[in-house]
């Protein structure tokens, strides 16, 4: 009988607790008033799978209840019926992950090997169903699975209303600029969600939907799908700031740094390149306009939100790497110019103004990568410096450092050279320093930083510029040369083994290899067999350290500073011995004049180079 009793209680329980979970936003994506059972606040069970389902989710997707639901799916009307029920159930099973992963449940809350195989045991089911493309296209437009998805996206990150167990979410307030007029929430990256990616198995259910062209194009005709997810991204847009320490050294070093750049890759780059890999013609071009417009609205949203205009600069004395919205008009932006025949500059800001606000924030990540290398941010731990080398890192520089750049050479390429120049130096620190004034007793810029740091800075400003004069990796280069410049940068530095170059190439989510890697590397390189001592090793042959080395692709990807030395001392070795440069003599580094980049797509931003002031600077 206590038996009994304590069952019974168990199940009241866990109902109370599968009843509490409500959804956290009012959005309705077909306009008109529909029921969506998945929210009803007293969920009734129709049939024995919804049942089934129900338990297997209060114990936790146990293997046996986890097989015997599964195994099943070959059977055509059970795999519907399994398929709507599962719909029927996301948000509780969403909500019931957040909460496990928070420690606030109250299900065998002790069981915490369970909670962390919990995502595991959800994707394995999961993605049985969303790999049938003609399944999830019904669900989409009969269940609005997209809603259910993105819905529980928000309601992990930005919590949930009800009255009973309601969860807050892991949202905090901006401090960037001015912390007393921002009205901007982002997301705490030092949350056990973040930290542990407890989302990742949402991240898996939506890819595994936007890989189906058909739900893509359905997903993408929608302006309130896309306003719902790009709503979402406002959260991620300026997290994990960081504000500079000025007298002493930081006493904690925050450790979140690569959870907030792992968040950014998974939850934002990786849909956004499933997305664009459906985008490769101009009969979809009306899709990629769509989005870059749309992306637009929210950036402009966002300073709103933190109350900058175009009279304000970006805070010195905050830095961080994440602009998630920037990225995705800039990816699109390139997307549609490169292979569905957009103009640029249709889609580039319309008043100078507006093209400075759209400039500040990209421009600053790059003061801030060559601040942190000069060491300004020493203060700061050795955290930042792993923010910048994380910045450019193969697995995240397609999705960060190249879509940055490439927006600041499109802006920079209509605006005035003179202010544009200028307007760098000045944010590099050294405008004053460069002053021919005589009579100038100024500061350097009011003791923001020591004269020690004045060169380091005046050299980063400078290799700043002749990347983006010189960089093409996103002007109009097609995908072998591109795959042709990242294999020599990578064996500039040092000698690689097959795996190794495999690797570290730039990782695009989503997309293949390209498949002429081999013959690629057979052109390149040489093999240098295996040892007792070593593995087999390719290397660049002469002609390519004669004619293809690039110190400046190099060092964007030189994660550390000791690997673009070692590519500068590889390339003097070889023209010693090839005749080509006396021993005694140290030379300059190979910079390359670069070709001309597709002016028929994209816009040269060489145009910066007709600057009075640069002349001036410079000679």
């Known amino acids: 009988k206590n038996l009994l009793i304590e069952r019974y209680q168990n199940y009241l329980r866990a109902k109370r607790q599968m009843h509490g979970f409500n959804s956290v936003i009012n959005f309705n994506p077909h306009r008109e008033k529909i029921v969506i059972k998945a929210f009803d606040k007293e969920f009734v069970h ?68 369970a909670r962390e195989l919990l995502s595991n045991c959800v994707v394995h089911v999961s993605v049985q169903l969303l790999s049938h493309e003609s399944l999830v296209i019904r669900l989409c437009e009969k269940r609005q699975l997209f809603y259910f998805i993105i819905g529980c996206f928000r309601a992990t990150f930005e919590g949930t209303e009800g009255q009973e167990n309601e969860y807050s979410g892991i949202l905090i307030n901006s401090c960037m600029q001015d912390a007393t007029k921002n009205k901007h929430m982002v997301i705490n990256c030092d949350h056990y969600i973040v930290k542990k990616h407890a989302y990742w198995s949402l991240v898996s259910d939506l890819n595994n939907v936007l890989i189906h062209y058909p739900v893509a194009i359905m997903f993408l005709e929608s302006s309130d799908f896309l306003d719902f997810w790009l709503q979402f991204m406002l959260n991620f847009q300026g997290m994990n700031l960081n504000i500079r320490e000025l007298e002493k050294h930081v006493e904690y070093e925050n450790d979140a740094y690569y959870a907030a750049f792992s968040t950014e890759h998974e939850v934002c780059a990786t849909p956004l390149w499933t997305l664009i890999s459906h985008l490769k013609c101009k009969k979809t071009a009306h899709l990629t306009e769509k989005i870059i417009l749309h992306s637009q609205k929210f950036i402009e949203e966002w300073f709103s939100l933190i109350n900058f205009t175009v009279t304000d600069i970006p805070d010195p004395h905050q830095a961080t790497f994440h602009l998630p919205l920037h990225r995705y008009y800039s990816i699109f932006l390139h997307n549609g110019a490169q292979y569905q025949g957009l103009c640029i500059s249709d889609f580039l800001p319309s008043s100078e103004e507006k093209l400075k606000l759209y400039l500040a924030f990209p421009l600053q990540v790059m003061v801030c990568f060559y601040e942190i290398l000069s060491g300004l941010w020493v203060r700061n731990g050795l955290q930042m410096k792993g923010q910048a080398m994380t910045y450019i890192q193969c697995h995240f520089c397609n999705s960060m ?196 980049p597709n002016t028929s797509k994209f816009l040269d931003p060489r145009k910066i180079l007709y600057s009075k002031v640069l002349h001036g600077t410079l000679f």
């Not at 690689?496 to 990782?507: D, I, K, N, V, W």
């Open 46 to 113: 129709r049939s024995f799978v919804e049942e089934l389902l129900f338990w297997t989710i209060v114990y936790k997707f146990p293997d046996h209840l986890v097989f015997f639901l599964v195994s099943m799916l070959p059977d055509l009307e059970y795999k519907i019926a399994f398929a709507d029920s599962f719909v029927n159930h996301y948000t509780r099973i969403s909500m019931m992950l957040a909460t496990y992963r928070d420690g606030k449940d109250n299900l065998n809350s002790n069981d915490s090997p």
């Open 401 to 596: 450092i190249d879509p940055d750049l490439f927006l600041i050479q499109q802006i920079s390429a209509v605006l005035n050279p003179d202010w544009f120049i200028q307007t760098v130096l000045e944010r590099f620190h050294v405008w004053d320093w460069l002053s021919l004034d005589t009579n100038s007793n100024v500061s350097y810029n009011n003791g923001f930083m020591d004269t020690d740091h004045i060169m380091p800075m005046l050299e980063g400003a400078l290799t700043f510029l002749a990347s983006l004069f010189s960089i093409q990796t996103n002007l109009g280069i097609n995908e072998d040369l591109r795959l042709r410049e990242e294999m020599i940068a990578l064996l500039a530095m040092t000698d690689r083994t097959h795996s190794q170059l495999l690797g570290l190439l730039p990782e695009k989510c989503a997309t293949s290899l390209n498949n002429r890697f081999e013959d690629m590397l057979q052109e390149l390189a040489e093999y240098r067999k295996p040892s007792l001592e070593s593995q087999g090793l390719f290397s660049p042959k002469n002609d390519v350290w004669e004619n293809e080395y690039d110190p400046l692709k190099v060092l964007l990807r030189a994660v550390y500073r000791k690997d673009y030395q070692s590519s500068l001392d590889r390339f003097i070795q070889f023209a010693k011995q090839n005749g080509k440069l006396a021993n005694n003599t140290q030379p300059w580094p190979p910079f390359r004049i670069p070709s001309d």
